[in-house]
């Protein structure tokens, strides 16, 4: 069912992030959106014109209470410390990526849109939900056994936004994301962050040790296909309420030759073989994708398409 074409108030945690600055942006070019906050700890870019930006802890009550003052119509939260964080340091974890979810979740629950819906909710969840997989083709019914604190955390987070879609107290849907590529080589904390180092090093021609061997296989999305994820979310309602996005099914060597052949040379890498990294990152099935698709969500076309995006975020 189409969402209604009012205009509407959207709350996007997490706006300051790799994810949330280009989504942020893509939201405020959207018609139908009236009023856009951002909420982050702290911004350190400049937000797109007209959006309004709050900075906050959304593990504390108090804060949370200001946000919804005025309740949003819709809610995109992505919000969170990544994986390796998470587990380094578990108070942290817990605070960011379970009890601040939680609390906006329950704060967004059983408020109604002024069409008398309930209000929208799309959480990032991730693949870290599935913890170690084998060889057969990930589908819906693939079971979640996270293997990490942050799977366990997003997987807690989907199964409430989930329960409350069901009693009506939400319009809730959870995006399991893949890998987003390529993020900046700034960027740390991510065990992912070779498939982003991999992409720039190749593009530039300059030497990698990548801590994974070629053939390792991972699920890869651009940042542009995820941001057209989220809108199409926002845009629709009803539909299942966990949605593993399309991904592509490339091998690192695949991803690298694209990058690199983007500018006309050959990738200088160099392959290794971390037993943690590859188990996590290295060795995923094939990913079903057609109840997904169905749905109206797209990876991207191609690996050279994968990397010409990933090279543009």
Request: aromatic share 6%; charged share 20%; glycine share 10%.
């Amino acid at each position: 069912m189409e969402a209604e074409s009012m205009a509407m108030k959207v709350l996007l945690t997490g706006a300051d992030g790799f994810l949330g600055r280009a989504l942020a942006q893509a939201l405020a070019g959207t018609a139908g959106i009236g009023t856009l906050i951002l909420v982050d700890r702290a911004f350190h870019g400049q937000p797109p014109a007209g959006a309004e930006c709050r900075d906050g802890d959304l593990a504390n009550p108090a804060f949370l209470d200001v946000l919804f003052a005025d309740p949003p119509d819709a809610v995109i939260h992505l919000a969170s410390v990544p994986g390796s964080l998470a587990e380094k340091e578990p108070e942290l974890g817990w605070q960011a990526n379970v009890l601040a979810p939680f609390g906006l979740v329950r704060r967004a629950a059983g408020r109604r849109r002024a069409d008398g819906t309930p209000l929208r909710f799309i959480f990032a969840s991730s693949i870290a939900v599935y913890g170690d997989l084998g060889v057969a083709p990930v589908t819906p019914d693939t079971p979640a056994r996270p293997r990490m604190s942050y799977g366990a955390h997003k997987l807690m987070t989907e199964i409430l936004v989930s329960d409350l879609t069901r009693r009506g107290e939400l319009s809730g849907v959870s995006l399991r994301l893949p890998g987003l590529v390529a993020r900046p080589l700034t960027e740390s904390g991510h065990g992912s962050a070779f498939m982003s180092r991999v992409i720039h090093m190749a593009a530039r021609g300059e030497p990698y040790d990548c801590p994974v061997p070629e053939d390792a296989a991972a699920w890869w999305m651009s940042r542009e296909a995820c941001v057209a994820a989220f809108l199409h979310a926002l845009a629709t309602a009803g539909g299942p309420s966990v949605v593993q996005l399309p991904a592509l099914h490339l091998t690192a060597g695949v991803v690298a030759a694209a990058a690199a052949g983007l500018h006309g040379h050959r990738p200088r890498i160099t392959w290794g073989d971390d037993p943690g990294l590859t188990r996590l990152f290295g060795r995923f099935p094939p990913l079903d994708q057609r109840a997904a698709e169905a749905a109206g969500y797209q990876a991207d076309r191609d690996a050279e398409a994968l990397a010409r995006a990933a090279l543009t975020a």
